[in-house]
Structures are given as structure tokens and as C-alpha cells.
T-cell receptor
């Protein structure tokens, strides 16, 4: 089956620790995106990548880092510099159109 | 910056009623997308619109791309309990030398009473 996978579904970390969220897609899409969603809020763009080995900051990139070494993978690291990391994180990808397809999300809770 | 104004923010309706929500922008869009998000899940694409004036249906859902290209509407007919969720509109925004990204509305939260 083609799609986007995010793992794990739930993640707990202690304050001050870095944590990496996984996003993999087998849709052969060039572009990938990371969003953050807080309760009752819309989607805010963290980082996006139009092509392998290239990425751009979104609207709320501070405290986050990404890499795009492979077309299929776009991991997001939430660093200790992110002041309020507890949130629902969504990964998406898009191909030749603007339509983005989302993964199931990872809920990160920092204790 | 770019933003989409989506309304209403929330709706509480009775099962069987029709629902209408809309999205407006100060800028022109070439594509309008409508997504639904169930609690704790990622958004799922419902309808994609690519042409001004286009009217597209997906089961009980109908969406329209406004003639001015600055708005879009989503209607749900004969609502059922599984229609509960948050509905988002989205449109692409391009930055010079940085490719495209989607701008999202703030969402319409739909509650359906059986």
C-alpha cells in the first residue's frame, strides 16, 4: 500500500531532551512537510522540503531541525530549544500537484 | 501574510441536517482543497478544486471554487454522526525560490447530535 507513515503514534520525553519524529512515504513524492497542531488550533508549518538535500523554514521553525537525505524520509528533531514542544505533529507529502497527503500524526508529550 | 478566513468556527447540528461552510481569501488561488480531520488523526483530503466556478461532489459532500477565485464553499447534505470532525480549507502559496506551500484555514469543528 502506498502512503505516509509516522512513528511512533505517541511519544513521551523528559524536558531538555532532543527527540526525533519519523516520517516515511512511498508515494514517490518530491515534496515533504512538517506541521504542528495545538489543541483546537489549525496547522502551522514548521519545515518543508521540495527536493532531496534541500529544505526551507516554515512559519515556526525555531527549536526544530530537519534533514532530507533520502526522497522517502523527512525526520523532524524537536530540540531542547523548543520552549513548548508538547503538541500533535503531522507530516505530509505532495507530488506533481499542490495537493498534500498527510500521515496519521505523532502526539509528543514532554514531561 | 497570507491567510484564509474560514467560517463558521464551529457548528452544532442535528443528524439529517445540511451543513455549509466557507473559506475566503484576500488573494487569488488557483487551487482549493478541503480536508477532514478526525480526532487524533491526520487530515484526509475530501475534495480538490482546480478551476474557477468548478462544482465537485464526493458522495454527500459538494464543494465549489468561487468565480472570483478568492473563495470556496463546502456543503454536506443529510449529516450523519460520522461527519463529526474538523474541516479545513487550504490553498497553495508560492514563494520566490522556495517552492510552494499550503495555507490553511483555521478549521470548522462540526458536531452532530444523533
Amino acid at each position: 500500500d502506498g502512503g505516509i507513515t509516522q512513528s511512533p503514534k505517541y511519544l513521551f520525553r523528559k524536558e531538555g531532551q532532543n527527540v526525533t519524529l519519523s516520517c516515511e512515504q512511498n508515494l514517490n513524492h518530491d515534496a515533504m512537510y512538517w506541521y504542528r497542531q495545538d489543541p483546537g488550533q489549525g496547522l502551522r508549518l514548521i519545515y518543508y522540503s521540495q527536493i532531496v538535500n534541500d529544505f526551507q523554514k516554515g512559519d515556526i521553525a525555531e527549536g526544530y531541525s530537519v534533514s532530507r537525505e533520502k526522497k522517502e524520509s523527512f525526520p523532524l528533531t524537536v530540540t531542547s530549544a523548543q520552549k513548548n514542544p508538547t503538541a500533535f505533529y503531522l507530516c505530509a507529502s505532495s507530488g506533481t500537484t499542490d495537493t498534500q497527503y498527510f500521515g496519521p500524526g505523532t502526539r509528543l508529550t514532554v514531561l | 501574510g497570507q491567510q484564509l478566513n474560514q467560517s463558521p468556527q464551529s457548528m452544532f447540528i442535528q443528524e439529517g441536517e445540511d451543513v455549509s461552510m466557507n473559506c475566503t481569501s484576500s488573494s487569488i488561488f488557483n487551487t482549493w482543497l478541503w480536508y477532514k480531520q478526525d480526532p487524533g488523526e491526520g487530515p484526509v483530503l475530501l475534495i480538490a478544486l482546480y478551476k474557477a466556478g468548478e462544482l465537485t461532489s464526493n458522495g454527500r459532500l459538494t464543494a465549489q471554487f468561487g468565480i472570483t477565485r478568492k473563495d470556496s464553499f463546502l456543503n454536506i447534505s443529510a449529516s450523519i454522526p460520522s461527519d463529526v470532525g474538523i474541516y479545513f480549507c487550504a490553498g497553495p502559496f508560492y514563494l520566490y525560490n522556495q517552492g510552494g506551500k499550503l495555507i490553511f484555514g483555521q478549521g470548522t469543528e462540526l458536531s452532530v447530535k444523533p
